[in-house]
């Protein structure tokens, strides 16, 4: 099977820069005991991801500190801007930053089009006070929240946490990354779905249940609310592409979630 019918958009990509790139995916192999299939650097998820059929990636990477979200934001706009149109970029902020105004006045003048948090790995409680400032100023702005969500280990991005957010601010476009809840998928449907703020992508998810179960529950969110992602360099984009097209979605279906639906959320031409 393949994808040349379909314009397909990665919507869920890691990069690096070259130099800390093998010490950037060690440490979330350590974090998830798993073993990546990419290099995390740019070379190799384009080489990778056409070589898969995928047209354009959703680049982005995640501040551990503070003092981190500068120099991140500046390679992943440096990254888009030298990708000839095959990517579009996404900032990372941090809740202790002294400055959360500057961080995101920062990063829409360096041109990206959101914000990816992964509260697990910054560890943070998604819905504690000071992140409602970045959910009221990515609202504001017109960000586009991608959010890690869900981790049956911990307690900082699971359903009752997100709920708050969606709650609270019904005008923000949020990704539930992975379903809107990894490892937890059945209860952030029951306990998510309802809000119409609410996206999804599908990365990090076709591993780990029976094909029969996600395609079920990808159903049940609906074409029109899912992205297909590949959470690169953590799996291969060849595999999570012959995955999906292995669903029986129809074609309507697939080319929604493919691309027109990451399109429309990230405005991309």
């Keep these: 099977m393949v994808l040349n019918k379909f314009y397909t958009i990665d919507s869920h990509c890691h990069i690096y820069p070259e130099k800390i790139a093998e010490k950037a995916v060690a440490g979330t192999d350590k974090f998830y005991d798993t073993v990546a299939a990419g290099k995390g650097t740019v070379a190799d998820l384009i080489e990778r991801g056409e070589r898969a059929g995928i047209d354009h990636f959703i680049v982005q990477s995640v501040a551990t500190t503070p003092k981190q979200v500068k120099s991140i934001n500046e390679f992943i706009a440096q990254s888009v801007g030298a990708s000839d149109g095959k990517m579009t970029g996404l900032g990372t902020l941090h809740p202790d930053s002294l400055d959360i105004k500057g961080d995101v006045e920062h990063l829409c003048e ?7 948090l992964h509260p697990d790995i910054q560890a943070f409680q998604c819905d504690k006070r000071e992140c409602m400032r970045i959910y009221e100023l990515c609202e504001e702005k017109g960000l586009v929240l991608l959010m890690h969500t869900g981790d049956y280990r911990y307690d900082y991005s699971n359903p009752d946490r997100v709920i708050n957010i969606l709650k609270e601010f019904k005008k923000l476009t949020f990704i539930g990354a992975h379903l809107a809840g990894w490892s937890v998928w059945q209860e952030a449907y029951d306990k998510l779905s309802e809000y119409n703020n609410l996206y999804v992508d599908c990365s ?10 996600i395609y079920e529950l ?3 969110y609906g074409a029109d609310r899912i992205m297909f992602g590949t959470d690169y360099p953590m799996w291969a984009p060849e595999k999570e592409v012959e995955t999906f097209l292995s669903l029986e979605f129809s074609d309507s279906e697939r080319e929604k979630m493919l691309g027109l639906n990451a399109k429309r959320i990230f405005n991309i031409k």
């Design 110 to 116: 360096l041109g990206l089009k959101g914000v990816k």
């Design 218 to 220: 990808m159903k049940m």
């Design 204 to 213: 990090s998810c076709f591993g780990f249940f029976k094909k029969d179960k």
